[in-house]
T-cell receptor, first 110, second 110 residues
């Protein structure tokens, strides 16, 4: 079993839809949770960073962490074609080493 | 602008050859990382270095080597022992603002 599981998709939704991306994890030692966005042939860029259970909002993006269920989510409201990318969840337990999910390829159709 | 520069962007290697991928950062970060990305597998850690003249193997170090002689530089050599080197390689560093990724090098064996 992988430490971090993420549905690879692909996921295709119409513009303006609410998108939900999810990851589950097995190691309860993970303390920090991140979502990265990666455009084709580019490096990942950090979208959201959180370390506690609950919700964190930044504009159209909301990150949700449920440590009791070992489950994290990223919600995108009012999705735009420019949101089309691969979204990667990542987790860290300290020692500055990230463990990534497989990435979900998202397409927003105009 | 502070950031990470990876070069070259595209690299072609003949079977049996060693090739070196460059990674330079001007963020004054101590920790640097090399990841490999394959379709549907997310990012996997090859090597990391938390300080100059020191580095550790990641999850898939076989067939790769690194050096960290300067804080700014963390080159990765893909040796002929790496049986399936075709992939997208990402360099990252860690500092106060979190992780920063380069734009990647796409290596293809011909």
């Amino acid at each position: 079993q992988k430490e971090v599981e993420q549905d690879p998709g692909p996921l295709s939704v119409p513009e303006g839809a609410i998108v939900s991306l999810n990851c589950t994890y097995s190691n309860s030692a993970f303390q920090y949770f991140m979502w990265y966005r990666q455009y084709s042939r580019k490096g990942p860029e950090l979208l959201m960073y959180t370390y506690s259970s609950g919700n964190k909002e930044d504009g159209r993006f909301t990150a949700q962490v449920d440590k009791s269920s070992k489950y994290i989510s990223l919600f995108i409201r009012d999705s735009q074609p420019s949101d089309s990318a691969t979204y990667l969840c990542a987790m860290e337990m300290g020692a500055q080493k990230l463990v990534f999910g497989q990435g979900t390829r998202l397409t927003i159709n105009p | 602008d502070g950031g990470i520069t990876q070069s070259p962007k595209y690299l072609f290697r003949k079977e049996g050859q060693n090739v070196t991928l460059s990674c330079e950062q001007n963020l004054n970060h101590d920790a640097m990382y090399w990841y490999r990305q394959d379709p549907g597998q997310g990012l996997r850690l090859i090597y990391y270095s938390q300080i100059v003249n020191d580095f550790q193997k990641g999850d898939i170090a076989e067939g790769y080597s690194v050096s960290r002689e300067k804080k700014e530089s963390f080159p990765l050599t893909v040796t002929s022992a790496q049986k399936n080197p075709t992939a997208f390689y990402l360099c990252a560093s860690f500092g106060g603002a979190g992780y920063t990724f380069g734009s990647g090098t796409r290596l293809t064996v011909v």
